[in-house]
């Protein structure tokens, strides 16, 4: 069941938590985890925005001069996409 609008749960409360341990230790490290996984995606997007900065993109572009594959033989455009 979803709250509703007059309900007295907090919002996104729907009865359940993705991380539960009865252990204390293992849900500190389920917990630590969790929270180096999020540090961790936030020097991946640092770590893009200045490739971004630095070379102007983070495509194919960089990595092929040309584009992605459009040069290579037998690739055509897609049609009606762009």
Known sequence: EF?????????GDFGWK?????DPDALKRKLNCELA????AMVAIMGMLF???T???TGPEMW?????FEG???VQAPFGYW
């Open 18 to 22: 993705a991380i539960t341990s009865s």
């Open 64 to 68: 092929f001069p040309t584009g992605a």
């Open 37 to 40: 996984n999020g540090r961790l």
């Open 3 to 11: 709250p509703t609008y007059n309900s007295n749960r907090a919002p």
């Open 55 to 57: 070379f102007g993109t």
């Open 72 to 74: 290579e033989l037998g």
């Open 51 to 53: 490739q971004n900065g």
